[in-house]
């Protein structure tokens, strides 16, 4: 049926990508209006039902709502289908059914599942689905068992069990909904060290990307790790050690967040945060009384976010990596950027720049649009909203609960386009141009 639909319409994948997760935010609202959704018998208004629908369908984590305390157990369960199905991308499951029936996969199947993937070609893309699916499966289990056995010292073990599942499901996929009650998120568990890893390590994996989980994994096999893995670990790695030291110093002698730990609390404290900040959005200490410069460092950390194919947002790691090779070129005087003796071909240095100047440019108009919608709120609170929406992360400063109706229109609109990708829903909205067979002569401008 998809695929008459596509070529009826003569739908590209990225039109087929907007319009999915569009319909698959739209059925969630109307979910979630239901008087069974929310404890009070009532179901969310129209506009909270579709900014709860739009932040767990693109792994944010933002809501207007405490989760644990106004959803009953149905409204909850529709939350985390939606985040299931965000994370791992509508089509994604789509060809696990298609398997499951027995059915084909067609080219134009591979050719969305190419483009919800992020591969540069279709080779291979429904192995990739289904090792994905895999990976999925086994990793919000593992992390399901543990969080289960340490939640139970504090509760039922039934109740345990599915809080055990739920966060697991929804750290995994960066998602950062939580069931503690009263906006606490992981507050409780600060220090505790089962808690930390686990969320930490299902964070980790979850932005990393599945391509890279699949090479780390055959890595005993095939003995090589493909340059696009070995930069992300690289860069996964040096944000977090760097986010953990910043956030450590800077919190050192903060009496509202990591100064009355014990020094294995101020650890896990810092690095618990540099960690969620790269697109996860549960925290384990209050965000809103953390200080400016930590702040500012935070946001920066939720621009550049996790990596491509993964269930984070941000410009993703490689993006980063890619400008910072091309500065560092520049400023030595070279023509290429080189990461491990591979040099960086010149249309993937201009698709990073698009991308990064496209995500700074929605960042900047939603920011100046909630000064206006949201009078009398800090900036710094408004810009954290902005960069956290747009990143798919889901940290909030307090603003979300207390955005005016418009405001919540906006953040659902910026959730959107950060999780689908500015440049697919560019993609989908413009005609690209044809292939030119001529070039203009040279001209020059001044630089700096």
Request: glycine fraction near 10%.
């Amino acid at each position: 049926m998809l695929v008459k639909l596509i070529k009826k319409f003569h739908l590209s994948p990225p039109k087929v990508l907007v319009l999915g997760f569009a319909l698959i935010i739209a059925i969630g609202a109307i979910l979630l209006t239901l008087p069974i959704a929310t404890n009070d018998g009532q179901g969310l208004s129209l506009i909270n039902a579709v900014f709860t629908s739009t932040s767990a369908t693109c792994v944010t984590g933002l809501v207007v709502t405490d989760t644990g305390t106004t959803f009953t157990l149905f409204g909850q369960l529709v939350i985390l289908a939606l985040i299931q199905v965000g994370g791992l991308g509508f089509m994604t499951l789509a060809t696990f059914f298609a398997l499951l029936m027995g059915k084909k996969i067609s080219l134009q199947q591979r050719l969305l599942l190419q483009e919800s993937l992020n591969q540069i070609s279709i080779e291979g893309v429904v192995r990739l689905a289904k090792m994905l699916l895999i990976f999925t499966g086994l990793i919000e289990l593992t992390g399901g068992i543990l969080l289960t056995l340490r939640f139970a010292f504090d509760m039922p073990f039934a109740k345990a069990l599915y809080y055990g599942m739920f966060h697991s499901i929804s750290n995994f996929n960066n998602a950062g909904f939580d069931l503690m009650g009263e906006f606490s998120s992981l507050t409780k568990y600060v220090s505790d060290p089962i808690v930390n890893i686990t969320v930490c390590l299902l964070i980790i994996l979850g932005g990393i990307g599945f391509i890279v989980m699949a090479e780390v994994y055959g890595y005993r096999d095939t003995k090589r790790l493909s340059l696009h893995t070995k930069v992300v670990l690289t860069t996964t790695a040096i944000l977090i050690v760097l986010g953990t030291l910043a956030i450590f110093i800077l919190e050192f002698t903060n009496s509202k967040t990591l100064q009355p730990l014990s020094p294995v609390g101020k650890f896990f404290g810092a690095l618990y945060q540099s960690v969620t900040a790269r697109t996860a959005g549960s925290n384990t200490i209050s965000i809103g009384d953390m200080h400016q410069s930590s702040l500012f460092f935070m946001i920066v950390l939720m621009f550049i976010g996790a990596s491509p194919g993964s269930t984070g947002g941000g410009i993703k790691t490689t993006t980063f990596a890619t400008l910072l090779g091309a500065v560092w070129a520049q400023i030595k005087g070279r023509e290429d950027v080189i990461f491990y003796r591979q040099r960086i071909l010149p249309h993937m240095i201009y698709k990073s720049l698009t991308v990064t100047m496209t995500a700074l440019f929605i960042v900047i108009i939603v920011s100046m649009i909630l000064t206006i919608t949201e009078p009398g709120k800090d900036f710094l609170m408004i810009l954290f909203e902005s960069v956290s929406a747009f990143a798919t992360v889901g940290l909030s400063m307090g603003l979300t609960p207390d955005l005016s109706d418009i405001g919540k229109i906006v953040i659902s609109l910026t959730m959107f386009a950060g999780r689908v990708g500015p440049l697919t829903i560019a993609f989908a909205l413009a005609q690209r141009n044809r292939k030119e067979y001529f070039r203009y002569p040279k001209g020059k401008i001044m630089i700096g």
